[in-house]
């Protein structure tokens, strides 16, 4: 039989009803002859109560007690959804991740899955059994432990069964019925994509758009999975929602392909540091030991050999840079005069496979936040992106404003 991965996000699954109207398009795949796998995500909400009941209980978590904890959302809805096909007649049984076993590394928190064996549930397909429900997010360990894969980890779950089964699909069903331009939640002129390159949506995915988590998007790449987003709302056709294919399946597409932001952002700046050769090592290398992941970097021009260095880093790792810091110049690696922390800023972007070829991307970007009064604090670029940082009260203003003037609400 060929297999069919079907993903239902948090709000997917946020009530009995909303199971039973899933589990009703589990149903329709399996009347046409596939053996389904659906992974589920936890009801919507739970997670966050999970993370939450966590960081009260103990602020310097142990990140296996964190995983045990967090991953117990997915449990629930895939007992749930297996009951509901059940009651619908359909062969259905639930599998938590260390049951399959979904094997990770020991990556707590932010696992990567190593292996999905495939046995144990094909025998079950081979018995008749015509829906396995998997909890996503989750696995296990080389030690034993459980595991979660990072925030939105159910995509990756999913795309990751497809990719060990040979799944004809993996189809990501969520609150909005494909990927956007932008996310649409913040701009009513976001129009709908029919296909993006995985490079675009790999862009996008990293910086900010959550609709699939990253790592999700990179091993369909690498494994040439059939990936699809389309909404669980909505009586859906075959070519409903969004394809997410290799370039050159694509006819025609904008130089800019979508707007992504990010709210996680805070910027950093050591105040006074002497310019000396060697002076970025000191900082970055003390950073990364600690697990700080620094995005956007600039160095100022030296004045009479001092400097201003400032980074951006996600807002949960403020406080772990500044004591990295403060310890590196209480062991006299670096010495600074003094550190600004700003977490009232976002950085913008904009994606397109386009800007390889086509020039004043940039400067047009520039134009248009000069034009809405918007003061530009850090800028990267990659090939195929231009990100900027800037006050977070602007956020919403810039994503609108170059939606607008990139003219994303028209297909080319
Ligand atoms: P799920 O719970 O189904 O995994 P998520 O909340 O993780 O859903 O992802 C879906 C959300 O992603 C949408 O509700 C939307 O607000 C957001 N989003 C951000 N950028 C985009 C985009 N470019 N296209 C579609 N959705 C986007
Ligand atoms: N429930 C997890 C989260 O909220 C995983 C997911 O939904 O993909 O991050
Ligand atoms: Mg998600």
Redesign the pocket.
Known sequence: MPVLVMKF??TSVATLDRIRRAAKRVGVEVAKGYDVIVIV??MSG???KLVGYVNETSPLFDAREYDAV?SS??NVTAGLMALTLQEMDIPARSWQGWQVPVKTTSAHSSARIEDIPTDNINRKFGEGMKVAVVA??QGVSPEGRITTL??????TTAVAFAAAFAAERCDIYTDVDGVYTTDPRICDKARKLDRIAFEEMLELASLGAKVL?TRSVELAMRYKVKLRVLSSFEEQSDDAGTLVCAEEDIMESNVVAGVAYSRDEAKMTLVSVADRPGIAAAIFTPLSEVGVNVDMIVQNISDEGRTDMTFSCPTDQVRRAEKAMVDAKARGDINFHDIVADTDVAKVSVVGIGMRSHTGVAAKMFRVLAKEGINIRVITTSEIKISVLIDRKYMELAVQALHDAFELEKAS
């Open positions: 996000g948090g995500s936890a739970e997670t966050n967090v959302g997915e996503g997010f990072g925030r939105g980890g159910s995509d988590q």
